[in-house]
């Protein structure tokens, strides 16, 4: 196994190499001058020229490409000269929002699908497996977005319940919570019930349920297990999203994660915060789905590295 963890963290590496030359090259791409909004209108010409050699922009894109991956290695993710200070330390400060935020939600997200998914799988054809297949539907199709809308009219400013912006208090994690969270359990929802329609199916539960095993056990002992596989691949490469891609959600109900961190980033042409909040979030994704990989066979020990 230990062999196999090697050549996928290596497969990782290239993978955020990868990302790293993506990004550098998409913020270069969208046009702007970091230098000149760093300054004020006023500023002249030698002025503007003096703050790009500050900032390494005078230099060839591979040289500064090169420049920027050495203070990677180094453990140094950039200045953002928007918010006067290391990238690192703003990562770090966001990071346990995002975090916070991203646990509610999928804590809130499995208490509901796995339940739901099992039931429906086992009573399939009934007016739980009915509903849960409306509530696989209506999560797959309504956008997070359009539900954050509703929410805060509803919640916000009709009943004014909840507060809509920032990250004070309980109340104020429920929205964000409650979008994140719908779609990705309408998705488990329907990975459960699917693999335990299919588990229940096979020939070893016949010949369990034919050696008079109970039906909570073959339930739980036995089918539950096996259609846990898929599920746990939902599970982890959701958390990966959550945890890098919760951006329009966060900026929605102004949640100060790294979300928010790097809309703000890309609109102040910070190149530094950008280039390192599109690595850092590709980092965790790739990590969740590494650890997904490993879980595999602690779950089925059939499963082997590819």
């Avoid at 693999?195 to 056990?217: C, H, N, P």
């Amino acid at each position: 196994m230990l062999k196999n963890i090697l050549k996928r963290l290596l497969s990782t590496v290239i993978v955020l190499i990868g990302v790293s030359i993506m990004a550098f090259a998409l913020v270069r791409l969208g046009g702007g001058d970091p230098a000149r909004l760093m300054l004020s209108e006023t500023a002249t010409e030698e002025e503007v020229e003096v703050q790009r050699e500050k900032m390494g922009l005078d230099k060839p894109y591979v040289e500064q490409y090169i420049t920027y991956m050495k203070g990677i290695l180094q453990g140094d993710l950039g200045y953002s000269y928007n918010y006067k200070m290391p990238v690192s330390t703003l990562i770090m400060n966001r990071l346990p929002y995002t975090a916070k935020l991203a646990g509610c939600a999928m804590l809130l997200s499995i208490l509901i699908s796995i339940p739901l998914g099992v039931i429906a799988g086992v009573k399939k054809g009934t007016g739980v497996d009915i509903f849960a297949t409306f509530w696989a539907l209506l999560g797959q199709s309504l956008s997070p977005v359009w539900l954050g809308l509703l929410l805060i009219l509803l919640f916000g400013v009709t009943l004014r319940w909840l507060p809509t912006q920032g990250a004070e208090g309980i109340k104020t994690i429920i929205m964000p919570a409650i979008c994140l969270a719908f779609q990705f359990s309408s998705l488990a929802t329907r990975m459960t019930r699917s693999g335990m329609v299919d588990v229940l199916q096979e020939d070893y539960i016949t010949a369990t349920r034919a050696r008079g095993v109970s039906k909570l056990e073959i339930n739980t002992k036995y089918a539950f297990k096996n259609a846990l596989l898929p599920v746990v691949t939902v599970v982890g490469s959701q958390v990966g999203s959550m945890l890098a891609g919760s951006m329009v959600i966060e900026s929605l109900f102004g949640w100060p994660g790294l979300g928010q961190l790097t809309i703000t980033a890309i609109n102040a042409r910070d190149f530094q915060l950008v280039q390192s909040s599109l690595l850092f979030s590709a980092f965790i994704f790739v990590l969740c789905n590494l650890i997904v990989d490993i879980l595999y066979t602690f779950i089925d020990k059939r499963v082997k590295f590819s």
